[in-house]
């Protein structure tokens, strides 16, 4: 039986985040400014990255339509720069440490001009963190990670600085401080996210991709589907038990000589071995669906149960273990 905040944490693990957002009232009152955040959704006035960017949006105070911006600027141009980036949305990026006030002008529809400040930041980041998408799969500590070559792969990051109280998270998109070590594995510098990089995957090798603002590495391998050589035990999206006709999610990873396989674009088969208690089958496009700047997760499937009793079920990687195929098996219990 799994509760419902062991399947939040196990949502973070397998999922690529989707996205809310900071809100604030302007200084004037006149509008709200507001962009998307994955973080300290509550704090407005996060630092944006010297060298990254942040999409804010405006709109009016009391009914929130969209407000159409004829003008930005900021009080200190050497700290940050502003863009009218179309309709009711300015684009802000960091220049230098310090603190400064956009200011904005604009209409919503039917309504007069009017004009709105915010307070904003930028600041430089002492502190990268990297990771995988799939690390720790289903408490498995695995001491690195694959990906499977000539595919694109999602790497999360975040960005924090050092203040007196300890640390605090820095934001916005496309400034990605990273070098790779290989030239098998190429960032995707059109990929404007602010939660993940987009890599370019060649062929087969290691990979360590290094932080250039605090070291930080994030070691990998760039495998073939060949070397796919089974499955991790699938994790259960069930908040208590599988009844007899309850349908659960499930999600699977491939593995690789222990190594879980991260962003697997491969084709996988589901099948129960016990067809008189449950059905297994892959969920829609295999995959649980696009996420704010990011790709899809796949190996999502469902059981579900027929009659009391023991379910047993395989996973099987038809590219696997050189192509004789890779499969795995496993069970779980459906209720009366």
């Given at each position: 039986?799994?509760?419902?905040?062991?399947?939040?944490?196990?949502?973070?693990?397998?999922?690529?985040?989707?996205?809310?957002?900071?809100?604030?009232?302007?200084?004037?009152?006149?509008?709200?400014?507001?962009?998307?955040?994955?973080?300290?959704?509550?704090?407005?006035?996060?630092?944006?990255?010297?060298?990254?960017?942040?999409?804010?949006?405006?709109?009016?105070?009391?009914?929130?339509?969209?407000?159409?911006?004829?003008?930005?600027?900021?009080?200190?141009?050497?700290?940050?720069?502003?863009?009218?980036?179309?309709?009711?949305?300015?684009?802000?990026?960091?220049?230098?440490?310090?603190?400064?006030?956009?200011?904005?002008?604009?209409?919503?529809?039917?309504?007069?001009?009017?004009?709105?400040?915010?307070?904003?930041?930028?600041?430089?980041?002492?502190?990268?963190?990297?990771?995988?998408?799939?690390?720790?799969?289903?408490?498995?500590?695995?001491?690195?990670?694959?990906?499977?070559?000539?595919?694109?792969?999602?790497?999360?990051?975040?960005?924090?600085?050092?203040?007196?109280?300890?640390?605090?998270?820095?934001?916005?998109?496309?400034?990605?401080?990273?070098?790779?070590?290989?030239?098998?594995?190429?960032?995707?510098?059109?990929?404007?996210?602010?939660?993940?990089?987009?890599?370019?995957?060649?062929?087969?090798?290691?990979?360590?991709?290094?932080?250039?603002?605090?070291?930080?590495?994030?070691?990998?391998?760039?495998?073939?589907?060949?070397?796919?050589?089974?499955?991790?035990?699938?994790?259960?999206?069930?908040?208590?038990?599988?009844?007899?006709?309850?349908?659960?999610?499930?999600?699977?990873?491939?593995?690789?000589?222990?190594?879980?396989?991260?962003?697997?674009?491969?084709?996988?088969?589901?099948a129960s071995t016990s067809p008189?208690?449950?059905?297994?089958?892959?969920?829609?496009?295999?995959?649980?669906?696009?996420?704010?700047?990011?790709?899809?997760?796949?190996?999502?499937?469902?059981?579900?149960?027929?009659?009391?009793?023991?379910?047993?079920?395989?996973?099987?990687?038809?590219?696997?273990?050189?192509?004789?195929?890779?499969?795995?098996?496993?069970?779980?219990?459906?209720?009366?």
């Amino acid at each position: 039986m799994r509760t419902a905040a062991q399947l939040a944490a196990v949502l973070t693990t397998v999922a690529l985040s989707t996205a809310c957002t900071s809100t604030v009232t302007g200084n004037e009152g006149n509008f709200r400014f507001s962009y998307v955040a994955d973080e300290a959704f509550l704090d407005f006035n996060k630092p944006i990255a010297v060298g990254a960017s942040l999409d804010v949006s405006v709109t009016a105070v009391g009914d929130d339509a969209p407000v159409v911006l004829s003008d930005a600027r900021v009080a200190d141009d050497t700290v940050l720069s502003a863009t009218l980036a179309g309709g009711n949305v300015v684009t802000v990026t960091g220049l230098a440490d310090g603190n400064t006030e956009l200011e904005v002008k604009g209409a919503a529809a039917g309504q007069e001009d009017l004009s709105d400040s915010v307070n904003l930041r930028a600041r430089v980041p002492d502190i990268h963190k990297l990771w995988h998408t799939c690390q720790n799969f289903n408490g498995v500590d695995a001491s690195d990670y694959a990906y499977l070559a000539g595919q694109p792969v999602y790497i999360p990051f975040d960005f924090e600085v050092t203040v007196a109280s300890g640390t605090e998270p820095v934001i916005g998109y496309g400034y990605y401080p990273v070098s790779s070590s290989s030239p098998e594995a190429v960032l995707d510098t059109t990929h404007q996210g602010s939660q993940y990089m987009r890599y370019e995957l060649g062929g087969a090798g290691d990979v360590t991709l290094t932080s250039d603002i605090d070291g930080t590495t994030l070691p990998f391998k760039i495998i073939t589907p060949a070397e796919i050589d089974g499955a991790l035990q699938p994790i259960a999206f069930v908040l208590e038990d599988i009844d007899v006709g309850d349908r659960n999610p499930f999600y699977v990873l491939p593995s690789a000589a222990g190594r879980p396989v991260c962003q697997a674009d491969i084709t996988v088969e589901v099948a129960s071995t016990s067809p008189s208690l449950c059905t297994v089958s892959l969920l829609a496009d295999n995959a649980a669906g696009e996420a704010s700047d990011a790709g899809k997760e796949y190996g999502w499937f469902q059981i579900e149960g027929l009659a009391a009793g023991m379910c047993t079920y395989t996973v099987t990687y038809p590219d696997g273990n050189a192509g004789a195929g890779a499969t795995a098996e496993f069970s779980y219990e459906i209720q009366p």
